[in-house]
């Protein structure tokens, strides 16, 4: 049996990379992919260590948890990831909509370049869908640090912090 899951579309990764570019014109790289991961995944939220103020949302995040789509094993998940969010990335850069320059050096900075209405509407459809923990993504956790003691990189667990240059 077949079953498709929007983690392994290449095309829907690009769809919500642009959503995370739209909301975050500045933003980088890896960041964008643990981004990316919780629109994915939102139920995981919940397994953040979350800063006191946003305590709230963890009732949120449970409340989305579906057995069936959330992934076992978040680390290695995002892991697997990696390939079709590297390639959807450099297929969003080919386009235009981001600063080739600034992604040659790890971020993802938006262009001048407009995104199509009707793809624009697709996005703040997909987002209201997943709302409120979209918010909670793009608004939140997209202004925190990535990097050391804290960043999102710590707080999430899927990416190795302790070695970065703060």
């Not at 949302?57 to 579906?66: D, F, Q």
């Not at 789509?69 to 990335?89: C, E, G, M, Y």
């Not at 850069?93 to 209405?117: D, N, W, Y």
């Not at 990535?146 to 990189?153: R, S, Y």
Request: proline share 5%; with cysteine.
């Amino acid at each position: 049996m077949l079953i498709y899951h929007p983690a392994y579309d290449a095309f829907h990764c690009v769809f919500r990379m642009l959503a995370i570019i739209e909301a975050v014109p500045d933003v980088e790289v890896d960041k964008a992919r643990l981004l990316d991961f919780y629109l994915l995944f939102p139920a995981l939220i919940a397994n953040i260590r979350l800063p006191t103020e946003l305590a709230s949302v963890r009732k949120a995040a449970k409340l989305a948890s579906n057995i069936y789509h959330d992934p076992l094993s978040p680390k290695n998940a995002f892991r697997d990831l990696r390939h079709i969010q590297n390639a959807a990335i450099k297929c969003v850069a080919a386009s235009g909509l981001i600063e080739s320059e600034r992604f040659k050096s790890g971020f993802l900075v938006r262009t001048e370049m407009q995104i199509p209405l009707i793809i624009k509407e697709k996005i703040g459809a997909f987002i209201d869908s997943r709302q409120p923990l979209s918010e909670v993504v793009l608004l939140e956790l997209s202004k925190m640090r990535l990097t050391g003691d804290n960043g999102l990189k710590h707080r999430t667990s899927l990416m190795e912090y302790r070695y970065d240059a703060s």
